[in-house]
């Protein structure tokens, strides 16, 4: 029955929810999006509306669910591994009531991993999406939102040198969070980068896709990423029908990127 719930039952339950991207900062930047490959569009509508109150919009083959600091676009395909294969482990978020929060998930029959001091020293809880999507949620009893986006959390060998590069090609300070001394912020989001010595895998097919940063100008931005030395997997283009002018590049870990201008008018 869950699935047959219909875009109009999704809007109506979502009426109360608020959904806006940070402010840029002065170079025109802030954080937009993470995007999911997922198996059960419907299923996975339910869930961001009902558990992260959502509001889901859509424009021509674009569906996104609207959360304050970000947005989660979704893709109805399968994906081919969870997120914890890859190298983008994880994307989080800070929640009002932890125990309210997984009261609610568990009794929806969805899975709830460690729960833990977290390196804020607040209490942190993983949750598990359908298709093995691993988010981290952190109780934040003073937030004005029930909740909202905080981080995503690289893994990779070189976790070191991929902060450093962030930090060079976005124009960024390192700044710890919490116990966390390799981490940088955009508006709206901590970027935190994690090593391991396993074989994660790259991101693009799996259960999170690729991650996203809104950029004001975005087509001189990717010129002054290309003078930098990134190579787009997709040149700066123009998409009226979606609202979105776009560009893509794989980072130096295998972490597919897209770069966006116009969803901060979603």
């Given amino acids: 029955?869950?699935?047959?719930?219909?875009?109009?039952?999704?809007?109506?339950?979502?009426t109360t929810a608020f959904g806006?991207?940070?402010?840029?900062?002065?170079n025109g930047l802030t954080y937009g999006h993470v995007h999911l490959n997922v198996s059960d569009m419907d299923e996975h509508k339910r869930i961001w509306v009902e558990h992260f109150n959502a509001t889901i919009v859509e424009r021509g083959p674009l569906t996104v669910a609207k959360l304050p600091n970000m947005m989660v676009a979704l893709t109805d395909r399968a994906?081919?591994?969870?997120?914890?294969?890859t190298k983008m482990?994880?994307?989080?978020?800070?929640?009002?009531?932890?125990?309210?929060?997984?009261?609610?998930?568990?009794?929806?029959?969805?899975?709830?991993?460690r729960i833990f001091p977290g390196a804020e020293g607040q209490t942190n809880a993983y949750v598990f999406l359908p298709d093995d999507i691993v988010v981290e949620m952190q109780e934040d009893q003073g937030l004005q939102q029930e909740i909202t986006g905080y981080h995503i959390h690289f893994i990779t060998p070189d976790h070191e040198e991929l902060l450093q590069w962030y930090v060079d090609m976005f124009d960024l300070e390192i700044r710890p969070r919490g116990s966390i001394a390799t981490?940088?912020?955009?508006?709206?989001?901590?970027?935190?980068?994690g090593g391991t010595d396993q074989d994660r895998q790259p991101t693009q097919g799996t259960g999170i896709d690729h991650i996203g940063f809104e950029i004001d100008n975005l087509k001189e931005f990717c010129r002054t990423l290309e003078a930098k030395g990134v190579v787009f997997d997709v040149p700066y283009r123009e998409i009226p029908a979606i609202g979105l002018n776009i560009a893509y590049f794989t980072d130096p870990a295998g972490i597919y990127v897209e770069l966006t201008e116009g969803y901060d008018g979603y």
């Fill in 20 to 26: 806006q991207l940070a402010t840029p900062n002065e």
């Fill in 79 to 85: 994906p081919t591994m969870g997120s914890r294969a």
């Fill in 183 to 193: 981490t940088t912020n955009v508006p709206g989001m901590n970027l935190s980068f």
């Fill in 89 to 113: 482990d994880h994307f989080g978020f800070k929640v009002r009531d932890m125990a309210r929060f997984l009261d609610k998930w568990r009794a929806d029959g969805l899975g709830v991993g």
């Fill in 1 to 14: 029955m869950r699935a047959l719930i219909s875009l109009a039952v999704l809007s109506m339950l979502a």
